[in-house]
């Protein structure tokens, strides 16, 4: 029987990062898709199972947690990884504790990102 391989969403509206943790991780393995914005991630995230979502706080026009109620209905099981580089509120540092598996500060260092990834999915 031939395993599949693990897939992971990243959500973030800055091209650059998405571009270095897409390489990142497909090097190690994962099916890499991404969204930009709030409502591409609700598109995908409606439309497909992923077993890992890397979110960024600060969208543009959204904000990432905002996403968390919808991946806990439509994937309960699904890794959530909340990640910002952006100073933020307490309420919204909360709320993004609450909804997410773990959260992390940028820069996220590779070694590390891997490493709660394989963790997590064990």
Do not use: C, H, W
């Not at 580089?85 to 590779?110: C, H, I, Q, W, Y």
């Amino acid at each position: 029987m031939v395993e599949s391989k693990r897939s992971i969403l990243i959500i973030d509206d800055d091209p650059s990062i998405v571009r270095t943790l897409t390489l990142l991780l497909r090097r190690a393995g994962f099916d890499m898709y991404t969204a930009q914005t709030g409502k591409e991630a609700s598109e995908k995230l409606s439309n497909r199972r992923f077993d890992v979502a890397l979110i960024d706080i600060g969208l543009g026009e959204t904000l990432g947690t905002d996403l968390l109620p919808l991946m806990d209905k439509v994937a309960p099981g699904m890794l959530k990884i909340v990640f910002t580089g952006t100073p933020m509120s307490k309420a919204t540092l909360n709320e993004a504790r609450r909804g997410a598996d773990v959260f992390l500060l940028k820069p996220v260092k590779p070694e590390t990102l891997l490493g709660i990834i394989e963790e997590k999915l064990t």
